[in-house]
């Protein structure tokens, strides 16, 4: 054994084995990394890189620390300032300021920056900015003639918050909270929102998946036990909806349960209701479910024929010819055998069901809404920084619902088909 | 990132341009036709010069990017006015010298000629489209419809269902014109807590039978597919069913809230001169009338409003159906891009909390 230990396995031309199976693998490896090269580009720059900017995004504002120099300057020196009262050379750094902003055109940005959490502050500072250059000192006094907005204990509050670049502000109004004089408090009942938001898809969601996977089994199950030509038919009317346009699969339950529309009118036609008491089905939280049900229906069918398909018939035989009823057969041995079908249909239908748009916004109606509409919604006003902060607490709580499937059913049980 | 992005819209921007004297960029469709035919077309032939209409879904967020980037391809933009107020407020526009623009034809300086607003630092107006309710002429009888904007609010008068947008722009304002606040004091009421409940109050007298849209579509649709009785739509929409589809709608012009969309000169722009020069003829009166006769948006101008325009058909006069019509606007509202830029987020947290309660 010690001679063993001791003596190098060589090549035939005297290179330590050791070294020559390294370079081998290293050549080897350069390869395979060659050719997931291209893969591992694509995922950085549409993936990774975009999601990294947006929680960026989310903690970062330049907008006016960038463009009021002096005043943060005279943040930095002043920590422990008094926001009800903020003493003259405050204001003389402001002035300067708001002078610097009209010179450089920069009163949108630090405006819109203060706006994100003291409403009503972007015409505010563009009056400011305006007048900026012939004010006179004392600054205070001169400033506070202008508007006596520019004394608001919160605007200050906002201003030394936004001095420096770096915020949690976003996370705050995110979670509902408001900016007062005092700082920030829980916002008022009519103005809360968001969370309530967030609750109401993850519970919109968690619903759809469970209708979808009520329908999608038994389907999955015939798809899977047909014989090879009436199964491909059934297949051919799964897909076909599945490659239709989502807009046009949305109009369409939109034309068949409006309330004037086809299964409303067939349904008075055969007189089951009457005409002044049709089906409220659209434009609500039932058309809302209805439609997304469907559209995300194949997601839940494919992972679970995938399955099933390969699940041999002969267990099932075998319980039954052992003695077990049906149920006892399906509860216990092929139930048991779909589970990582289930759990990739259902993990797919979940998180695509929360980050859902188009479908809430055309068919929602006034209680159809979920967070992603508000997402948009900030995204088009060009509030990134609220919209990637919304984003990054769903990103979040899907990576702990992935880390709780992850303990509960193993990632690497999931089967995608 | 930011740069691979400004970037990758520019070249995106840039691709499919012709070389021109003048490049154009709009909206597209409906829209975009008929500012190419009134404007784009017309100065080429008059001047010599070569102009391209290029398209883009948001105009607005080409020119950005592209100056940003320092390589502006576009030399005018049709932008929304908030986003033309934006835009110069944050240096991505050339100014405009108003002195500079086509006086009306009796010689009235264009300064005094165009209504209040539509000429800014950076933008001058090319048309002026509205928010107004509309209702199915088959649901009310001749004698017993609905003429005032407190009427959409009457469902014992006036029963059915209503459309409304859903956001709080544009509604609010409605809500509180209906509720009887002169067109002056509506913005300075809805700056107010007291306002904003007040508002929300008259909502909520008919929210139980509102149907809310999102896309400008939805609406006229809403009223074809008899969902409602009655919606708030963007004129133009209501326009295009009634005359082009010959569908039995008719518009309620009470109560309208119009906005201006703006012609802007992005920084940088590789021909100005030309540029401003294009303004010029598209904003005269003859080239707002031009517009106006493919699209039922209203020329900013008083001088345009006073001979009849008739529509591309021929057989329509356009008069009644454009917002700039004085008879349209005895009662109605400029919105205030000012107030909006302001308080837009605010107001619609508050409206989502209202929907959802």
Known sequence: MAEAATTLLTTSDGRPLKAALATAQARAKRRAFLLVLPLLLFVLLTFLIPIGYMLKRSLEHDGFSGSAPSLSAWFKQQPGFDPANPPEEAYAALVSDLALM?????????????????????????????????LQPPYKEALLALDPEWGMPRLWRAMEAASSPYTTEFYQV??????????????????????????????????????????????????????????????ILVLLPFWTSLLVRTTAWIALLQEQ?????????????????????MYNMTGTIVAMTHVLLPFMILPLYSVMRVIPPSYARASRSLGATSWTTFRRIYVPQTLPGIAA????????????????????????QLISN????????????????????????????????????????LKLG | MKKILILSTALCAVSGIARADVTVMSWGGAYGAAQTEAHVKP?????????VMVDADNPAQPIKAMVEAGNVTVDVASVEYADAIRLCDEGVLE??????LAPAPDGTAATDDFFPGAVTECGVSTDIWANVYAYDTTKFAADAAPKTAADFFDLAKFPGKRGLKKGAKAVLEFALMADGVAPADVYTTLATPEGIDRAFAKLDTIK??????????????????????????????????????????????????????????????????LAMDFIKYATSTEGLRAQASHISYGPPRKSANVDPIMYTDGKTEMGPNLPTNPANMTNSLLTSSDFWVDHDSELNERFQAWLTK
């Open chain 1, 102 to 134: 009209q010179k450089d055109k920069t009163t949108g940005m630090a405006g819109t920056r203060i706006n994100y959490t003291v409403p009503g502050t972007i015409s505010l500072f563009k009056a400011g900015a305006r007048a900026a250059k012939d």
């Open chain 1, 261 to 281: 529309g086809i299964v409303n009118d067939l349904l008075v036609w055969a007189g089951i209701l009457s005409d002044d008491n049709r089906l409220q089905a």
């Open chain 2, 43 to 51: 100065w080429a032939a008059a001047t010599g010069n070569a102009a």
């Open chain 1, 345 to 368: 249909g259902s993990l797919l239908v979940f998180i695509l069901a929360v980050g859902y748009y188009i479908t809430p916004a055309l068919v929602g109606g006034a209680d159809g």
């Open chain 2, 208 to 273: 139980k039978d509102v149907v809310w849209w999102e896309a400008g579509a939805q609406a006229p649709q809403l009223l074809a597919d008899g969902e409602v009785s009655m919606t708030t739509a963007y004129n133009g929409r209501i326009f295009g069913a009634a005359v082009g589809e010959g569908k039995p709608f008719q518009i309620v012009w009470d109560g309208q809230i119009y906005e201006n969309e703006m012609y802007v000169v992005p920084k940088g722009a590789p021909n100005k001169d």
């Open chain 2, 95 to 100: 100014t405009i010298d108003a002195s500079k």
């Open chain 1, 374 to 413: 508000l997402i948009s919604f900030h995204m088009t006003k060009s509030n990134w920084s609220l919209a990637a902060a919304l984003a990054a607490m769903l990103l979040a709580a899907i990576l702990v619902l992935y880390w709780l499937y992850d303990r509960l059913i193993g990632i690497d049980r």
């Open chain 1, 174 to 235: 995110a979670t509902d909270r408001k900016l007062g004089d005092t700082g920030w408090a829980r916002g008022a009942d009519q103005d809360r929102i968001y969370l309530y938001l967030f609750f109401k898809t993850f519970l919109v969601s968690g619903a759809i998946t469970v209708i979808c996977l009520l329908l999608a089994f038994p389907v999955a199950h015939l798809l899977a036990v047909l014989p090879m030509s009436k199964s491909s038919l059934l297949m």
